[in-house]
């Protein structure tokens, strides 16, 4: 009894325990990529013209993306506060939308949707700064394989959240609206003080630990593969989504073994090395060995000595004298720099065109002829193929950068010329080409992600990570305003008033405006690979210039960082006495 009481605490007080709670907090967080599921309700309900529906996507992408408050407010409180900030702000906007659509309250202006939209949706954010940012602190040298795998639970979120939906709600899309405001939330909530920032601990099979979560999300992100591909052919009753999203929450919670076995080898090893403090075994370093424990202190490289004299200098006269590349920069050095501006070009083109697509795919597939269940393949495609590009971005970039010093920008610009392939397809109609478009749209939208989030790590450092992390996230929805609602919305109803002049139709107040054929959305999707091309062009800039920093040790800095405070902190653990290892925490 007392060793499973022990074996709890040791669980519950792990950092594998706060990573599976990350993972479920992920899994709930990427709400804003199901806005293809439910904007035809929005349409409907409301009487929206595309227009005005582009008009609130945007403003639901200006919320997911620019977590600036998000990222402040993590630099001086802890995680907890962010995840209850957010949490309160995704129920309030999602349930004040639930409520328009509904008719429970009259209807709101169009200001004032797109008010209660950009709060639900900035919820995100500060998901993703509470435990995202959290856990690439808590494990530093992996972090391509944290933003990787996190990220890819955001990217799955939306084919986990229809599944349980459909489960729940059957085909109810005002119902989906309720869901997605109290499920984020409930989750939040229930994980609050898990998410913390912990003490970096090396693990000797640290990174095998991340490949077995990685398996397992594998595996769920290849089971609702299937459940897509069986579903589109033969369609789901109510009970049938009830057992396939029993088996979405089991290997939600599959994690949790590994955890639990990972845990139970810290526990053991304790408990040997406190039974036995002259035992070799040694799985975890928190402390080095006893010969580096004479070692003396590495000296202070140039960039360190002069942070320290600049200390003291106000942000405002160093700004333009920022340290070498890889160093901590100031928020204001990084954002003053031209490789910020140069990632941030680079992502208006980039992610605004794939944003554009993923938010439209309900209008695109009405328009282009395909049935209404196909549209749910659609947003399930994207999601699970958004999973897999984070997942492969992220390790696939860490794992050539580290063999083969191939740079992540170089990576960043051959995902934006793939994702050319699913605009043109969109563009030209090609016969069943939606679904090869979902596929790759939803691939290279999650890529750009984990990249872009490393290149700002490794560039600009992570003492304002929480800060700049969100800086980068504020090109989205500035890309897809240009693209999502003043190209291809607007290029979306002249069209339809086109369509309705040509058959003598005048259009009413409050009515819908809807377009068929593959005009309506090829000019735009023509427009937007132009933009991707040329974001391409640009980050090739971005690769020039980083060449030779690739082509270094770039986390040599922070190796020497650990192993200085590694060395102190086993002086000071020798002169106060042997004490036991500390496991997970």
Same mark, same amino acid.
């Given at each position: 009894?007392?060793?499973?009481?022990?074996? $709890?605490?040791?669980?519950? /007080?792990?950092?594998?325990?706060?990573?599976?709670?990350?993972?479920?907090?992920?899994?709930?967080? @990427?709400? $804003?990529?199901?806005?293809?599921?439910?904007?035809?309700?929005?349409? %409907?309900?409301?009487?929206?013209?595309?227009?005005?529906?582009?008009?609130?996507?945007?403003?639901?992408?200006? @919320?997911?993306?620019?977590?600036?408050?998000?990222?402040?407010?993590?630099?001086?409180?802890?995680?907890?506060?962010?995840?209850?900030? @957010?949490?309160?702000?995704?129920?309030?906007?999602?349930?004040?939308?639930?409520?328009?659509?509904?008719?429970?309250?009259?209807?709101?202006?169009?200001? /004032?949707?797109?008010?209660? *939209?950009?709060?639900?949706?900035?919820?995100?954010?500060?998901?993703?700064?509470?435990?995202?940012?959290?856990?690439?602190?808590?494990?530093?040298?992996?972090?391509?394989?944290?933003?990787?795998?996190?990220?890819?639970?955001?990217?799955?979120?939306?084919? %986990? &959240? $229809?599944?349980?939906?459909?489960?729940?709600?059957?085909?109810?899309?005002?119902?989906?609206?309720?869901?997605?405001?109290?499920?984020?939330?409930? *989750?939040?909530?229930?994980?609050?003080?898990?998410?913390?920032?912990?003490? =970096?601990?090396?693990?000797?099979?640290?990174?095998?630990?991340?490949?077995?979560?990685?398996?397992?999300?594998?595996?769920?992100?290849?089971?609702?593969?299937?459940? &897509?591909?069986?579903?589109?052919?033969?369609?789901?009753?109510?009970?049938?989504?009830?057992?396939?999203?029993?088996?979405?929450?089991?290997?939600?919670?599959?994690?949790?073994?590994?955890?639990? &076995?990972?845990?139970?080898?810290?526990?053991?090893?304790?408990?040997?090395?406190?039974?036995?403090?002259?035992?070799?075994?040694?799985?975890?370093?928190?402390?080095?060995?006893?010969?580096?424990?004479?070692?003396?202190?590495?000296?202070?490289? $140039?960039?360190?000595?002069?942070?320290?004299?600049?200390?003291?200098?106000?942000?405002?006269?160093?700004?333009?004298?920022? !340290?070498?590349?890889?160093?901590?920069?100031?928020?204001?050095?990084?954002?003053?720099?031209?490789?910020?501006?140069?990632?941030?070009?680079?992502?208006?083109?980039?992610?605004?065109?794939?944003?554009?697509?993923?938010?439209?795919?309900?209008?695109?597939?009405?328009?282009?002829?395909?049935?209404?269940?196909?549209?749910?393949?659609?947003?399930?495609?994207?999601?699970?193929?958004?999973?897999?590009?984070?997942?492969?971005?992220?390790?696939?970039?860490?794992?050539?950068? =580290?063999?083969?010093?191939?740079?992540?920008?170089?990576?960043?610009?051959?995902?934006?010329?793939?994702?050319?392939?699913?605009?043109?397809?969109?563009?030209?109609?090609?016969?069943?080409?939606?679904?090869?478009?979902?596929?790759?749209?939803?691939?290279?939208?999650?890529?750009?992600?984990?990249?872009?989030?490393?290149? &700002?790590?490794?560039?600009?450092?992570?003492?304002?990570?929480?800060?700049?992390?969100?800086?980068?996230?504020?090109?989205?929805?500035?890309?897809?305003?240009?693209?999502?609602?003043? =190209?291809?919305?607007?290029?979306?109803?002249?069209?339809?008033?086109?369509?309705?002049?040509?058959?003598?139709?005048?259009?009413?107040?409050?009515?819908?405006?809807?377009?068929?054929?593959?005009?309506?959305?090829?000019?735009?999707?023509?427009?937007?690979?132009?933009?991707?091309?040329?974001?391409?062009?640009?980050?090739?800039?971005?690769?020039?210039?980083?060449?030779?920093?690739?082509?270094?040790?770039?986390?040599?800095?922070?190796?020497?960082?650990?192993?200085?405070?590694? /060395?102190?902190?086993?002086?000071?653990?020798?002169?106060?006495? !042997?004490?036991?290892?500390?496991?997970?925490?």
């Amino acid at each position: 009894m007392a060793n499973m009481k022990s074996l $709890t605490i040791q669980v519950v /007080t792990g950092r594998w325990f706060m990573v599976f709670a990350s993972f479920l907090i992920m899994s709930a967080a @990427g709400a $804003t990529y199901m806005f293809g599921l439910y904007s035809s309700e929005i349409k %409907i309900s409301l009487g929206y013209d595309q227009s005005t529906l582009n008009l609130l996507s945007f403003f639901k992408d200006l @919320g997911a993306n620019v977590g600036i408050l998000s990222g402040l407010i993590n630099e001086v409180t802890p995680p907890w506060v962010v995840l209850a900030i @957010g949490a309160v702000m995704n129920f309030f906007g999602y349930f004040m939308i639930w409520l328009a659509v509904t008719k429970k309250i009259s209807t709101p202006q169009v200001w /004032t949707m797109c008010l209660y *939209i950009c709060i639900g949706a900035n919820s995100q954010s500060f998901a993703n700064t509470g435990a995202l940012v959290t856990c690439v602190k808590n494990f530093p040298e992996s972090r391509g394989v944290v933003l990787g795998i996190l990220k890819g639970y955001v990217g799955l979120s939306g084919a %986990i &959240i $229809t599944q349980l939906y459909h489960a729940v709600y059957d085909n109810n899309t005002q119902a989906l609206i309720l869901m997605i405001g109290w499920l984020p939330a409930a *989750i939040s909530f229930v994980f609050l003080r898990t998410i913390r920032i912990m003490k =970096v601990v090396r693990q000797s099979n640290e990174l095998q630990v991340f490949y077995n979560f990685l398996y397992i999300s594998l595996g769920l992100a290849g089971f609702l593969m299937i459940i &897509i591909i069986v579903e589109n052919t033969d369609p789901f009753t109510q009970s049938e989504y009830g057992g396939s999203a029993a088996m979405v929450v089991f290997l939600l919670f599959l994690p949790l073994l590994v955890v639990v &076995i990972e845990e139970y080898k810290l526990l053991k090893m304790k408990q040997m090395i406190i039974n036995d403090p002259n035992s070799p075994i040694n799985i975890i370093t928190e402390k080095p060995s006893q010969e580096s424990t004479t070692a003396t202190l590495p000296p202070p490289t $140039t960039s360190i000595i002069e942070s320290k004299k600049e200390r003291n200098v106000s942000c405002w006269r160093t700004v333009f004298r920022p !340290p070498v590349r890889g160093d901590d920069f100031t928020i204001l050095q990084a954002l003053f720099s031209i490789d910020m501006l140069i990632l941030f070009l680079t992502t208006i083109c980039g992610v605004g065109g794939t944003l554009t697509a993923i938010d439209n795919l309900g209008q695109i597939g009405s328009s282009l002829g395909y049935p209404t269940q196909s549209i749910s393949t659609f947003v399930s495609l994207v999601s699970i193929w958004n999973y897999l590009g984070r997942v492969v971005a992220g390790f696939v970039s860490e794992i050539v950068l =580290v063999k083969y010093k191939f740079p992540r920008p170089l990576m960043l610009t051959l995902t934006l010329l793939l994702s050319c392939v699913g605009h043109l397809l969109i563009a030209f109609n090609v016969p069943n080409g939606l679904y090869i478009a979902s596929v790759v749209i939803g691939f290279c939208f999650g890529a750009q992600w984990p990249l872009l989030f490393a290149i &700002i790590s490794e560039l600009f450092g992570l003492k304002y990570y929480s800060t700049l992390y969100n800086f980068g996230s504020v090109a989205s929805p500035i890309g897809s305003y240009l693209l999502n609602v003043r =190209v291809a919305g607007h290029l979306y109803d002249r069209e339809g008033e086109r369509q309705l002049a040509a058959k003598g139709q005048v259009r009413l107040p409050g009515q819908d405006l809807n377009c068929s054929g593959v005009e309506c959305f090829k000019l735009s999707f023509i427009i937007i690979t132009i933009v991707t091309v040329l974001g391409a062009f640009v980050s090739l800039i971005l690769v020039s210039r980083t060449k030779k920093f690739y082509k270094s040790d770039i986390y040599k800095k922070f190796r020497e960082e650990v192993k200085a405070a590694e /060395t102190e902190m086993a002086v000071a653990g020798r002169d106060s006495g !042997p004490t036991g290892v500390k496991g997970g925490g």
